[in-house]
Nanobody
């Protein structure tokens, strides 16, 4: 599975963005998907995950209630809607395919990342 994340950009605090992650290759619909982020000088951290069916989602406390992950298996794409963005959300965001959960080692495939910058 190859993953291509897009949709990042420069926004102001309080704005919204929608990230997309397009997958190529077989069996996208059989993979749980995750979003992670890495801020400058910090470790990569879990943001959220969605099950292969889309029925289950789980978020980090820092984004719960503001970010929403969805997927369209017919389009081989997973989305993350980010509302009420804060400067501390500034990071490179990565999508990943693998096993549902917050552990990055459970994901086998990673996209290249898309930069989100939130100005105050």
């Amino acid at each position: 599975v190859q993953l291509q994340a897009s949709g990042g950009g420069l926004v102001q605090a309080g704005d919204s963005l929608r990230l997309s992650c397009a997958a190529s290759g077989r069996a996208f619909s059989s993979y749980d998907m995750g979003w992670f982020r890495q801020a400058p000088g910090k470790e990569r951290e879990f943001v959220g995950t969605i099950s292969y069916s889309g029925r289950s989602t789980y978020y980090a406390d820092s984004v719960k209630g503001r970010f929403t992950i969805s997927r369209d298996n017919a389009k081989n794409t997973v989305y993350m809607r980010m509302n009420s963005l804060k400067p501390e959300d500034t990071a490179v965001y990565y999508c990943a395919a693998g096993q549902y959960g917050s552990n990055p080692t459970a994901y086998d495939y990673w996209g290249q990342g898309t930069l989100v910058t939130v100005s105050s």
